[in-house]
Each structure stands twice: as C-alpha cells, then as structure tokens.
C-alpha cells in the first residue's frame, strides 16, 4: 500500500472509476447471458444443422473471462496490481540511491 494520503476528491475519483470497470464487467455478462441464451435456443430450434450456439459461447466467454481478469485481478486496487507496483517502486528507489 501506498504511503500517501489521498484527499476526500481524489478517493471519491478513484472509487468511482473501479466501481464502473466493475459495474461494465457485471453490463458485459448479463448481455453475455442473455444473448447466448437466444443462440442456444435458436441453435437448438433447427436453425442450423448441429449445435453452432457454442462458438460464439466459447469465444465470446474468452473475452469475458479476460475482461474480469483485467477488472478484479489486474485493475487498480487488486492485491496483485498493489504489490507489483510497491515492488517496482522500491526497486526504483533504490536505483536511485545507487546513482
């Protein structure tokens, strides 16, 4: 964690902007849902000759899996992202007092 302390504006900024990556995350997997619902029962109803549903489901969750990866793994705030950049920090300060 970071050792600056942040004012009341830029807190409200930072919650803000984590809490739409996040909320974009929960828009992109009820679309998800919903329109791979509608190929499957389309799929299933004969418009096709096999079960076509699942590629766009399997593409399509792909990207949704690395969309939540990015949002609650690698976005700002994460444990992960945090301690990354505390070590980079730290191997940058002492960089600099080597110089």
Not at 6 to 15: K, W
Not at 29 to 44: C, D, G, H, K, R
Not at 63 to 82: K, T, Y
């Amino acid at each position: 964690m970071s050792t600056e302390t942040l004012s009341a504006t830029e807190i409200d900024r930072i919650a803000r902007k984590r809490a739409g990556s996040k909320l974009g995350w929960y828009i992109h997997a009820t679309v998800y849902v919903l329109v791979n619902a509608l190929m499957f029962v389309a799929s299933s109803q004969g418009l096709g000759h096999r079960q076509w549903s699942i590629y766009p489901a399997l593409g399509w969750g792909l990207g949704l899996i690395l969309h939540g990866i990015a949002v609650f793994v690698l976005g700002a705030g994460s444990g992960l992202r945090e301690n990354l950049v505390q070590k980079e920090r730290e191997r940058l300060e002492r960089q600099q007092r080597e110089r």
